[in-house]
């Protein structure tokens, strides 16, 4: 399986803030998906990223509050831009891996005050 | 709309106990259906997964059978231990490569 990492692993930032988080694997895929996991709750799907082209989102999430950019097959990075305290979530990248298999990051941890 | 429902918990069951959580799922046609965990402070990790009818995923002591009949894939153990403390979500995949995931069902098992 791949191996994900994710940058920062938590932070706390204040509202009206914007905070990129790093999502790297050490292989290439085409398609890289971000989950949001609200306190107490499962994860929801944020979006869809594939390389080169722009990312798919789900209801109730937009480019300009979440905006996503896949530079290349390894990498992708997800803002939570003009954050408030409803942000605060646990952030996860994922891809899929053999066998239909998805593979999580650790996650980032934002606490936004 | 596509949707997984898991028991609500959380589930307390002393060490050795027998162990179901109920899942189950409405998709249109045959999705592949998972097991995730999530142990305190660490992050997500896959547990099982059947990719078609009548599969049975196991892992770590864990089983999960997919019956398409009743749409389910309820997962069991035959005995626990503290250290399976943790949060167990179900998942599927219909297709679209992105998981649908349950509301997560907290496991709690005690000494």
């Known amino acids: 399986s791949a191996v994900i990492s994710q940058k920062p692993s938590r932070d706390i930032c204040q509202r009206g803030t914007s905070l990129t988080i790093q999502c790297q694997v050490d292989s290439q895929v085409t398609m890289m998906f971000w989950y949001r996991q609200q306190p107490g709750q499962s994860l929801t799907l944020i979006a869809t990223?594939?390389?080169?082209?722009?990312?798919?989102?789900e209801s109730g999430f937009v480019i300009d509050k979440f905006p996503i950019s896949r530079p290349n097959l390894t990498f992708s990075t997800l803002t939570v831009s003009n954050m408030s305290p409803e942000d605060s979530s646990i952030y996860l990248c994922?891809?899929?891996?053999?066998?239909?298999?998805?593979?999580f990051g650790p996650g980032t941890r934002l606490l936004v005050l | 709309g596509d949707s997984v429902t898991q028991m609500e918990g959380p589930v307390t069951l002393s060490e050795e106990a027998f162990l179901t959580i109920n899942c189950t799922y409405t998709a249109t046609g045959y999705p592949s259906l998972f097991w995730y965990v999530q142990y305190p402070g660490e992050g997500l990790q896959l547990l099982l997964k059947a990719t078609k009818a009548d599969d049975k995923g196991s892992n770590k002591g864990f089983e999960a059978t997919y019956r398409k009949e009743t749409t389910s894939f309820h997962l069991e153990k035959g005995s626990v231990q503290v250290s399976d403390s943790a949060v167990y979500f179900c998942a599927m995949d219909t297709g679209r490569r992105a998981l649908t995931f349950g509301s997560g069902t907290r496991l709690q098992v005690q000494p």
């Open positions: 994922s891809i899929q891996g053999g066998g239909e298999t998805q593979y």
């Open positions: 990223a594939n390389q080169g082209s722009e990312a798919t989102y």
